[in-house]
């Protein structure tokens, strides 16, 4: 039977939370969450499939550190980090959202992915236009009064494209983000879309990836 564990270490100097299922596989699941959850998103997934689900920097109980490179390469480099702490020399990837980070390890150490999985992630692609919310993030000054006034209601209508879900799953997940997303989760957010203008999207996926890939994007 798998059971889902909490680990915590402190990793390339920022100290992580993250989620693994027992017992371990030989190549396991690494499920990176996107914005604005963590990685209890993974958690219903991981009790099927095994695998590993950490709060990236800046989410959920993981440190949110003015300091950290909330940016593409800084992610990159923290899961490098990360991968090194877990031992693992293979994984299976699964990234959603802005968890598209993760799309940096597999370009820049494609011999530790096995298999890549990409779920509605943020589109490193050239000519790719922001959503209307990111474009309210990615303004000064405006983001910051938006983000402040982030309510259920708010995060209902970010969420409004899970229709497939049971309500009370929605709901349950809307309780976790308004419980994580304190100032450090805000600053993170901000930070993040205001790192990727379209030249850096662009160039964050101008590395072809040979592993057997899957990838899927809608509103259904």
Not at 6 to 12: L, T
Not at 154 to 164: E, H, P, V
């Amino acid at each position: 039977m798998t059971e889902v564990v909490e680990r915590e270490a402190e990793i390339a100097g920022t100290r992580v939370v993250w989620r693994e299922a027992e017992p371990r596989t030989a190549a396991p699941v690494l499920y990176l969450h996107g914005v604005p959850n963590s990685g209890s998103l993974w958690v219903p997934f991981m009790e099927r499939t095994g695998g590993i689900a950490p709060d990236l920097p800046g989410f959920g109980r993981s440190d949110k550190s003015a300091a950290f490179d909330y940016s593409i390469p800084g992610y990159t480099r923290f899961l490098h980090a990360f991968v090194e702490h877990l031992g693992r020399d293979r994984l299976s990837l699964v990234v959603h959202d802005w968890g598209a980070v993760g799309l940096g390890l597999a370009q820049e150490a494609p011999e530790l992915i096995d298999r890549l999985v990409v779920i509605d992630a943020v589109p490193f692609l050239p000519g790719y236009r922001w959503h209307p919310t990111a474009r309210i993030w990615r303004t000064p000054v405006l983001g910051e009064l938006f983000m402040g006034s982030t309510s259920r209601f708010t995060m209902r209508f970010l969420m409004r494209r899970l229709k497939a879900l049971p309500p009370e799953t929605v709901e349950r997940w809307v309780d976790q983000v308004l419980e994580d997303l304190d100032h450090g989760t805000q600053r993170a957010i901000l930070r993040l879309y205001r790192s990727a203008p379209p030249d850096v999207l662009a160039r964050a996926g101008g590395t072809p990836m040979r592993m057997p890939s899957a990838a899927t994007r809608g509103r259904r």
